[in-house]
Structures are given as C-alpha cells and as structure tokens.
C-alpha cells in the first residue's frame, strides 16, 4: 500500500534559518506528491505539489523536488520567518489508489526570532 | 481560494451522548466531502468518503454505525459520533474538492477541523 514518511517534530528554527524537513514515500506506480501546512487555527492548505519524477513544487519560497530514485521530496526554504511557524503534511495520491489522498504524520515547525 | 468551514471546533461530551460536526462549503458545491482522523503525532487517518445523495464509503475499519455521515447537499456534510466514549476522542478534520479541481489533482479544501473530547 501507499505510506508516507516524515520528520518528527517540532523543529525549532531562528528566524532566516534554512529549513529542510524530510519526506519519503511507498507506492507503487506513479503518485504525485504534495504539501500541505495548517497554520495555528485553521485548515490545511496546499503549499506545493509535484505531479511526475524531477518536478519541482515551489510556492512562497518553499521548495521539493520529486526525487523517484530516492522515493523522497524533502521540503526546504532558504530563510524561514516567523510567520512560517506551522504543521506541514507530506502527501501522495497515487493514480491507482482511489483519488485518495494519504499524508504524512506532520512535522512541527517553531521559527522564533 | 475556496473555503471550507467545520463546526464545532471543539466539543466535550459525556461518554454515551452522539455529537454531531457540520462540514460546510462556503464558496463552491461539493459533491465529495472526506471525512479523516487525527491521533496526536499520527497521520491524518482517511475515515470515509461522503457522496451527495447517496451513501458514505467507508474505508477498512471504521465503523459505519458509529460514525454516522449525511450528505444532504452539495454545501453540507455531517459526521455524527454515536454513543461516543473516551477512545472516540480526536481531532476530525473534513475536506472537500472543489469541482474544477479536476481528477487526481489532490487540490482538496479542508476544513480546520473539530476536536472531540468524550469525558
């Protein structure tokens, strides 16, 4: 079956720090792979997705490449700020899996000043 | 962007009792509404599919009985916990796709979801 893979958290950055925070993912055939952040209160958006191998999603600053060799697409972000202080979920949906999408645990991410 | 709104945002119950969590479309009309489960620092857990007029699919284990879903109307799905207890407690989350969302997309709008505390 599909199964995705992240960090644990929190990750605790200071403000312009560079962020990375892991994804790897199983499934079979061809998925594509998404971001998602929930921002304290609120639902969960779409930060950046990537639909085929050597994509790159990017939104914000925020970055992942989707690496098939790896089976991984690792976010990153040059200079957090503050306001980047959120949950952010990995995901996959995977054309042979019913439309459905299947996240990651989620990695905490506290920037401070 | 489309918004998704989910209602109550948190509720505390008393073992026994049936709650109820509205999921709401605010801007668009959804004929596909998901419903899912969070465990503290475990991935969001997909509970079933809600379908305008028609019945809910439910994934593998989880209980169709217990959790009751209606989807009346293309704005409006519910999530009715039945005789909740204490290991019913968890955050749901609700999402809906839009319809120009197209097939596989995964640009799903999510709710910002309910905490459900059974004493």
């Known amino acids: 079956g599909n199964s995705v893979t992240q960090m644990e958290g929190p990750v605790t950055l200071s403000e312009e720090a560079f962020l990375t925070i892991n994804c790897t993912y199983t499934?079979?055939?061809?998925?594509?792979l998404f971001w998602y952040v929930q921002y304290p209160g609120e639902g969960l958006q779409l930060l950046l997705k990537?639909?085929?191998?050597?994509d790159k999603g990017s939104n914000k600053g925020f970055e992942a490449t989707y690496r098939k060799e790896t089976t991984s697409f690792h976010l990153e972000k040059g200079s957090v700020q503050v306001s980047d202080s959120a949950v952010y979920f990995c995901?996959?949906?995977?054309?042979?899996?019913?439309?459905?999408?299947?996240f990651g645990t989620g990695t905490q991410l506290k920037v401070e000043l | 962007g489309a918004v998704v709104s989910q209602h109550p945002s948190r509720v505390i119950c008393k073992s026994g009792t049936s709650v109820k969590i509205e999921c709401r479309s605010l801007d668009f009309q959804a004929t596909t509404m998901f419903w899912y489960r969070q465990f503290p620092k475990q991935s969001l857990m997909l509970m079933a599919t809600s379908n305008e007029g028609s019945k809910a699919t439910y994934e593998q284990g989880v209980e169709k009985d217990k959790f009751l879903i209606n989807h009346a109307s293309l704005t409006l799905s519910t999530l009715t916990v039945t005789s909740a207890h204490p290991e019913d407690s968890s955050f749901y989350i609700c999402?809906?796709?839009?319809?120009?969302?197209?097939?596989?997309?995964?640009?799903?709008?999510f709710g910002e979801g309910s905490r459900l505390t059974v004493l």
């Open positions: 499934a079979t055939g061809y998925p594509s």
């Open positions: 990537a639909t085929k191998a050597d």
């Open positions: 999402s809906a796709r839009e319809p120009s969302g197209g097939q596989n997309t995964g640009e799903l709008f």
């Open positions: 995901a996959l949906i995977n054309t042979g899996g019913g439309n459905k999408l299947t």
